[in-house]
C-alpha cells in the first residue's frame, strides 16, 4: 500500500548463465534471506521481499505467519513493534510498516506459503534490466497484489491482532570486528604499490552514497598502481573488489555484471558479504587479507550455523502443526 526505493523479489539467483552475460543477481545479503525463510517455515532459499529504507509499507488481506531480518527499519504490525529473526502470526487486514532507520542496509520480509511470482531461468529474483522474474520484472509499486498458496494454518489470532511464536534465531558470531572484512588477495593484486597495499590494508574506508545492489564504490585514500594500464575484460563475481582509474574501488554486489575490465585487486570472502552488504552509507570499514582456509573455515561455521537453525525450526514447526491439529480436532468434538 506504499512503495519504497527498492523493493524487489529475490531468492538465491540464477546460476550458470554469465558466460552468455546473465548475472547470478539474488539476495545481497543471502545469510539474512536464508534465515527468515526458515523462520516462517520454508525452504532457506524461497523467494521473499528485499527492501531498503525508505521501505515498503505492506497489507495482509488473510490470517499470515511472516519473519522479518537484516537490517533494523523498527518494524510495526498495526503500531506495534516487531521483533527481528522471530516468526510472528498476524491476523487478517494487518499493515506492516517500517517506521525508522536503525542499522543496516537492506531488509527481508518472508511469508510463509508458496509466492505467486514469476520465475525465469530457474530463479525468482526480479532482474530490471531485462524485466524478467520477481513481480514483472520490475520494483515493486503501490497497489501491487502478491498472490500466496499453501500457507500454514493460523489460528487465534484476531484481525488486526498479532503473536509472536516462541522460537527465534541467534546471531551469528564472528570474531572478527563489525568493521573488518576479511578478503583474498586478487589476480591483479601485485599490480599495486607498497605504499597502495598498505593503505589498502591499514586504511577506514567507507560505502559512498551513490552505492546501489551492482557495486558499492567506496570513499577513501587512493590505492595507486605501478604503472598505467589495460586489461581484457574478465570474469567478476559477487565480493570482487576493483580499482578504478582515479585509485578508488569498487565492491561488486549482487547485482554485477559478469566482466569487468579494471583490476580486480582483491575478493570479500563469501562469509564476509553479510557484513558488506549491510554497511550504510559513512559507516567504516577495513579490509584484512586472509587465507582460503580461513575462508572456508568462516563459510563452514556459517553454513554450520545455518544447518543448526533449520533443524531447529523443523521440530518448532513440527510441534506448532500437531498443535493446531489438536486445537482443530477440539473445536470439532466440540
Not at 64 to 86: E, M, Q, R, Y
Not at 170 to 192: C, K, Q, R
Request: charged share 20%.
Amino acid at each position: 500500500i506504499k512503495a519504497g526505493i527498492c523493493d524487489s523479489i529475490q531468492d538465491c539467483g540464477r546460476h550458470g548463465f554469465q558466460y552468455i552475460g546473465i548475472n547470478p543477481g539474488g539476495a545481497i545479503d543471502m545469510f539474512s534471506m536464508r534465515t527468515v525463510n526458515l523462520l516462517a517455515g520454508n525452504s532457506e532459499y524461497a523467494p521473499v521481499i528485499e527492501m531498503s529504507f525508505p521501505a515498503a509499507s505492506v497489507f495482509f488481506d488473510a490470517p499470515a505467519i511472516i519473519a522479518i531480518g537484516g537490517a533494523d527499519f523498527s518494524a510495526t504490525l498495526n503500531g506495534k513493534p516487531v521483533p527481528l529473526f522471530h516468526p510472528v502470526k498476524t491476523g487478517a487486514n494487518s499493515t506492516l510498516k517500517f517506521e525508522q532507520w536503525k542499522e543496516g542496509r537492506w531488509c527481508y520480509l518472508a511469508v510463509n506459503g508458496t509466492m505467486g511470482a514469476e520465475k525465469w531461468l530457474g530463479s525468482y529474483s526480479t532482474h530490471t534490466k531485462i524485466n524478467a522474474g520477481g513481480w514483472k520484472g520490475r520494483l515493486l509499486k503501490k497497489g501491487d497484489i502478491i498472490p500466496f498458496t499453501d500457507l500454514a494454518p493460523v489460528q487465534d489470532v484476531d484481525d488486526k491482532k498479532q503473536e509472536v511464536l516462541k522460537w527465534k534465531a541467534v546471531p551469528f558470531y564472528d570474531s572478527a570486528p563489525a568493521d573488518e572484512i576479511f578478503v583474498l588477495p586478487g589476480n591483479e593484486w601485485d599490480y599495486i604499490t607498497d605504499e597502495g597495499k598498505l593503505i589498502f590494508q591499514e586504511q577506514l574506508f567507507s560505502v559512498s552514497r551513490t552505492s546501489d545492489r551492482m557495486g558499492y564504490t567506496l570513499e577513501g585514500a587512493a590505492v595507486s598502481i605501478n604503472m598505467p594500464c589495460e586489461l581484457i575484460s574478465s570474469v567478476v563475481d559477487f565480493g570482487t573488489i576493483q580499482l578504478l582509474p582515479g585509485g578508488q574501488m569498487i565492491v561488486l554486489m549482487a547485482g554485477h555484471q559478469t566482466t569487468g575490465g579494471y583490476p580486480r585487486i582483491a575478493h570479500v570472502i563469501k562469509a564476509h558479504r553479510t557484513k558488506i552488504a549491510q554497511l550504510k552509507e559513512d559507516k567504516p570499514l577495513r579490509f584484512k587479507i586472509t587465507d582460503i582456509q580461513t575462508a572456508e573455515e568462516l563459510l563452514l561455521k556459517q553454513e554450520h550455523h545455518l544447518t543448526i537453525l533449520k533443524n531447529g525450526c523443523s521440530m518448532m514447526w513440527a510441534d506448532y502443526f500437531r498443535s493446531e491439529e489438536r486445537r482443530v480436532g477440539k473445536e470439532c468434538r466440540s
